[in-house]
Protein backbone atom coordinates (compact mmCIF):
# COMPACT_ATOMS: atom_id res chain seq x y z
CA UNK A 1 0.00 0.00 0.00
CA UNK A 2 1.35 3.50 -1.10
CA UNK A 3 1.18 6.07 1.31
CA UNK A 4 0.26 10.07 0.05
CA UNK A 5 2.47 12.72 1.75
CA UNK A 6 0.31 15.85 1.94
CA UNK A 7 2.49 19.33 1.54
CA UNK A 8 -0.32 21.78 0.50
CA UNK A 9 -4.18 22.10 0.36
CA UNK A 10 -4.06 21.12 -3.08
CA UNK A 11 -2.39 17.70 -2.53
CA UNK A 12 -5.69 16.98 0.16
CA UNK A 13 -8.40 14.56 -1.14
CA UNK A 14 -11.17 16.63 -2.04
CA UNK A 15 -13.45 15.50 0.91
CA UNK A 16 -11.35 16.80 3.01
CA UNK A 17 -10.73 20.50 0.94
CA UNK A 18 -14.34 20.43 0.15
CA UNK A 19 -15.13 20.59 3.88
CA UNK A 20 -12.20 22.84 4.80
CA UNK A 21 -13.18 25.99 2.12
CA UNK A 22 -16.41 25.21 3.76
CA UNK A 23 -15.55 25.87 7.61
CA UNK A 24 -12.42 28.25 6.99
CA UNK A 25 -13.10 29.78 3.90
CA UNK A 26 -10.87 33.11 4.11
CA UNK A 27 -7.53 31.14 5.25
CA UNK A 28 -8.35 27.38 4.61
CA UNK A 29 -4.80 27.11 2.67
CA UNK A 30 -3.10 28.38 5.73
CA UNK A 31 -5.57 26.93 8.51
CA UNK A 32 -4.32 23.70 7.67
CA UNK A 33 -0.85 23.76 9.12
CA UNK A 34 -2.01 25.72 12.30
CA UNK A 35 -2.40 23.26 15.67
CA UNK A 36 -5.60 22.30 16.14
CA UNK A 37 -6.77 21.58 20.02
CA UNK A 38 -8.74 18.41 19.07
CA UNK A 39 -6.34 17.07 17.09
CA UNK A 40 -4.21 16.97 20.07
CA UNK A 41 -2.45 20.62 19.35
CA UNK A 42 -1.10 19.20 15.98
CA UNK A 43 -1.74 20.08 12.47
CA UNK A 44 -4.35 18.66 10.00
CA UNK A 45 -1.72 18.10 7.60
CA UNK A 46 0.07 16.55 9.98
CA UNK A 47 -2.49 14.38 11.48
CA UNK A 48 -3.29 13.78 7.42
CA UNK A 49 0.48 12.20 7.39
CA UNK A 50 0.18 9.74 10.23
CA UNK A 51 -1.47 7.20 7.62
CA UNK A 52 -5.45 5.71 7.42
CA UNK A 53 -5.41 6.46 10.87
CA UNK A 54 -4.39 9.71 10.49
CA UNK A 55 -6.90 10.21 7.40
CA UNK A 56 -9.80 8.86 9.38
CA UNK A 57 -9.10 11.01 12.37
CA UNK A 58 -9.48 13.64 10.26
CA UNK A 59 -12.25 12.39 8.84
CA UNK A 60 -14.43 12.11 11.76
CA UNK A 61 -13.11 15.53 13.27
CA UNK A 62 -13.94 17.41 9.80
CA UNK A 63 -17.60 14.82 9.81
CA UNK A 64 -17.85 16.27 13.52
CA UNK A 65 -16.94 19.96 12.48
CA UNK A 66 -19.92 20.01 9.96
CA UNK A 67 -22.35 18.68 12.05
CA UNK A 68 -21.99 21.09 14.72
CA UNK A 69 -21.47 24.24 12.82
CA UNK A 70 -23.80 23.03 9.17
CA UNK A 71 -25.61 21.03 10.60
CA UNK A 72 -28.20 21.09 7.44
CA UNK A 73 -25.21 19.41 5.24
Do not use: C, H
Amino acid sequence: MTTTTYRTFEDLPEWATTRVLRFRPNDAETWIFDPVPALDNQSFIDVMNQGEDGVNRVRRYLNDLMGKFFPEG
